[in-house]
């Protein structure tokens, strides 16, 4: 196993981190804090050196990456794929709504003939949860699964970017006190953020009206407010989520306008914060509803450019461990 040097900001300190062989990111309930810490400690060397920083030895190049999405993504494809490309590796999009999908094809049939080719990491969004569980059944030991985003249960490498631009604010997270506003009871994010917060020992407040606000959060250790005040009182960062508007449609707020009113993040809720607060959205973001246009821009506050380019160089480091750091089974040298 490859070990990395981490000369940066960390949470933990110990210098020699090695990788535990686990072939797919599912989830970041998953994730011990060493594999969180290897994968940081290797996005920093490519956020701050870019791809030249840690070359994929070359035995690799050339191997096939597919991004398979069956939603809608800018940030999430697009930094999958580049990272995959400044990498030397062989990146196909397969257009869900052109493909056999459509006749009927299941995913893990999908799945298993991308294998077959030779695809050696396998990268899926889906509006279902559990659709990465049935492509890692499918394909066995011969592909690496990413979870690019499924259903309102989890988005791994969001949470994961979301934390390490948080660790650019402070040494470690531990006592940090964040704050998550919006629609929780819809927010992948939300829950992978929840899983990789608590691991890395902050304390995570929800706030958001309440029939957007699960019942369990409770018992996963978050603390629930009624009110984005209560939550974002002495918080250390807060993080807007998108409202999905659907919603209003379908009865679970009042109205946008009431929303606005009750929830939307704003140079004064946020001056609520500790002194040095900042602010993160995953993006995409419905400016002036759920944060405004003023706070969103406004630098001194927002980390929201850091988040994006955080993913990018995270996206690399996780391709780089999967295909260096876990042994699959070789079906197609390319
Ligand atoms: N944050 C995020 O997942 O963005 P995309 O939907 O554009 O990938």
Redesign the pocket.
Known sequence: MMKVTDSSKSTKSGPNLTWSGRRHIIDTSDLTLDEVEYLFSIARRYRDGGPAALPLPQEFHGQGVANVFYE??????SSFEFAGKVLRLNVVNIDSKVSSVNKGESIEDTGRNLAAMGFKIIIQRHSAAGACNLLVQAVGDKACIIN??EGASS?PS?ALLDAMTMLECRDNLRGAKIAIIGDITHSR?ARSNLWLLQLLGAEVHFAGPPTLMPSYLRELGAHVHLRPEEAIKAADFVMALRLQLERQQSGLIPSIDEYQRVFRIDHERLALGKPGIKVLH???MNRDIEITYSLADDQKFSLMDKQVSNGFALRMAILYTLLTQTKLTQTNKL
């Open positions: 809608n993504s800018t940030r999430t494809r690019a985003g988005h969001q994010v995953p993006q995409p």
